[in-house]
């Protein structure tokens, strides 16, 4: 039997993650080694290309997740956590993500890609000069900056200690007049 008639005799013909039964193909979940049945899910066209494209997601499809999510193949699961994931920024993949348990090795698969591409792509946070800035660090403002929201200004010269870095390398987060606000790193020198 090879590998497509044995996901499909998995899966009763159906997509893994959709259910739809028109359409289906072989995915490989990456990073596969080899193309088994272990390592494979059935996809229809929809699914796998809002896979391949993440830039085509229809938000409101991948909510089938709700039920594909609690499949016993680690695969389905490798695949709905990653959507979820994806989509947490919708509100209503978090709560599921919530609840979803995965065993360890089937989470160190499901994140293997997902850390790979952000651990490429991670740049360094610089200050103004061009200094590696880390969690923790204190910095110094080298400008009069206006605090939106907040109804201050932060003025020029004003430390902001034990600084925590964020997603994007050109901001960092600190607390200013004790309030926690989020600083552009161009505006920012490292302390000595």
Request: with cysteine; proline share 4%; glycine share 6%.
């Amino acid at each position: 039997m090879n590998t497509e008639q044995a996901l499909l005799q998995r899966s009763n013909s159906t997509c893994e993650l959709c259910t739809s039964d028109s359409n289906l193909s072989v995915y490989e979940v990456p990073p596969a080694t080899d193309a088994n049945v272990d390592q494979c899910v059935l996809l229809c066209s929809t699914c796998k290309a809002q896979i391949e494209s993440p830039d085509t997601i229809e938000v409101n499809h991948w909510r089938c997740l709700n039920d594909s999510m609690w499949s016993q193949v680690p695969a389905v699961q490798v695949m709905a956590w990653r959507m979820l994931t994806r989509l947490a920024g919708e509100g209503w993949p978090q709560d599921l993500l919530d609840m979803l348990y995965l065993e360890d090795e089937v989470l160190a698969w499901a994140k293997a890609t997902e850390s790979d591409e952000t651990d490429d792509s991670a740049a360094p946070t610089l200050d103004s000069n061009g200094t590696v800035l880390q969690g923790g660090d204190t910095v110094t403002l080298i400008k009069d900056l206006d605090v939106k929201g907040a109804g201050f200004t932060a003025k020029r010269g004003t430390a902001v200690r034990n600084i925590s870095l964020t997603d994007n390398p050109e901001q960092i987060e600190g607390r200013v007049n004790g309030v926690r606000i989020v600083l552009l790193t161009c505006y920012l020198k490292k302390s000595s």
